[in-house]
């Protein structure tokens, strides 16, 4: 079983940053994607980003060039730099790790989620 925990999540102004992380323990060795998403009041999860091990990264339209995903060596950790920040970014941040088979789903966790505010 794999468990994820996020952190670094907060109040930050507009234009502020915020440095999310996740950090994954357990059965981590099947693991091969793994992304950000987010969930706003009232609305749908939204993905943000996602890296799939060895394969080009993924960013929905309104963070491009803005935030920014990246792992560590171990292929377990991730991080997501948000910068530029909006109102529109505050959101319940979740953490996921998948295992795939090209783009065959076999399983999915999720992090408990950190919340993100952005307000002045």
């Known amino acids: 079983q794999v468990q994820l925990v996020e952190s670094g999540g907060g109040l930050a102004q507009p234009g502020g940053s915020l440095n999310l992380s996740c950090a994954a323990s357990?059965?981590?060795?099947?693991?091969?994607?793994m992304g950000w998403f987010r969930q706003a009041p009232g609305k749908g999860r939204e993905m943000v980003a996602t890296?799939?091990?060895?394969?080009?990264?993924n960013y929905t339209d309104s963070v491009k060039g803005r935030f920014t995903i990246s792992r560590g060596n171990a292929e377990h950790t991730v991080w997501l730099q948000m910068n530029d920040l909006r109102p529109e970014d505050t959101a319940v941040y979740y953490c996921?790790?998948?295992?795939?088979?090209?783009?065959?789903?076999?399983?999915?966790?999720w992090g408990q989620g950190t919340q993100v505010t952005v307000s002045s």
């Open positions: 996921s790790a998948q295992a795939r088979a090209g783009e065959i789903l076999i399983y999915e966790c």
């Open positions: 357990g059965s981590t060795f099947t693991v091969n994607v």
């Open positions: 890296m799939k091990y060895n394969k080009p990264v």
